[in-house]
């Protein structure tokens, strides 16, 4: 019985991860005053707490931000604000702004 649980669980999360990844979209930011190693972290737990916001990972050299969110939660727009709003502002890449 317990496997039978276990396994309708397992089904349930996977729907539940497919579902989301219909509405995922990945943008990439620009991001300005990154002058250290401590910046990326402050830009990216900033992102994260935007509801919506699935995975962000930060490049201190190239001065970018990926993020990947729901879009039926949130926006680009917000996401970037996050950041905006800690001292680092955020533009979209000219790639994702077209």
């Not at 935007?50 to 931000?65: I, K, R, Y």
């Not at 996401?79 to 077209?98: C, E, M, N, W």
């Amino acid at each position: 019985m317990k496997l039978i649980y276990t396994a309708i669980i397992s089904l349930i999360i996977a729907a539940g991860s497919a579902m989301a990844s219909e509405d995922a979209q990945t943008v990439t930011f620009n991001i300005e005053n990154m002058s250290c190693a401590t910046c990326p972290i402050a830009v990216r737990k900033a992102m994260q707490r935007v509801d919506g916001v699935q995975e962000v990972s930060v490049d201190l050299e190239s001065n970018t931000a990926t993020v990947t969110y729901d879009a039926t939660a949130t926006t680009a727009a917000e996401i970037g604000t996050a950041a905006t709003d800690v001292g680092f502002p955020a533009t979209l890449s000219k790639s994702d702004s077209a």
